[in-house]
């Protein structure tokens, strides 16, 4: 059974930095494609960014990019979201997931996905 595990969120003032952990565990690593998302009480999952097991190749939402870094280390099963410049919009939980047959026009949308973490808190405010 895959398991994710995520850790890393808090409060941090705006243009401050945050890093997200999420550790994989009951599969191979390095054969799926990860992702963040985040969602905000009443309203619908959003994506925020997404790494393809091959290549590594990475998506960002648009009003991201340039802030946030999705990265990965095989070696220790786990996918990272750096958190740069954080605005009080980016306030969310946020939730790692994984799927091991995702592919490029899934991945975007959260039901794809067929493994999620519990969600990490990230509160952005002064």
């Known amino acids: 059974q895959v398991l994710l595990a995520e850790s890393g969120g808090g409060w941090v003032q705006p243009g401050g930095s945050l890093t997200l952990s999420c550790v994989h565990s009951?599969?191979?690593?390095?054969?799926?494609?990860v992702a963040w998302f985040r969602q905000v009480a009443g309203k619908e999952r959003e994506f925020v960014a997404a790494?393809?097991?091959?290549?590594?190749?990475?998506y960002y939402l648009d009003s991201v990019r340039g802030r946030f870094t999705i990265s990965r280390d095989n070696a220790k099963s786990t996918v990272y979201l750096q958190m740069n410049s954080l605005k009080p919009e980016d306030s969310a939980v946020y939730y790692c997931a994984a799927d091991q047959s995702l592919i490029l026009s899934d991945v975007r949308r959260h039901m794809a996905y067929d493994y999620w973490g519990q969600g990490t808190q990230v509160t952005v405010s002064s």
């Open positions: 790494m393809r097991a091959n290549g590594g190749y990475t």
């Open positions: 009951g599969g191979t690593f390095r054969r799926y494609s």
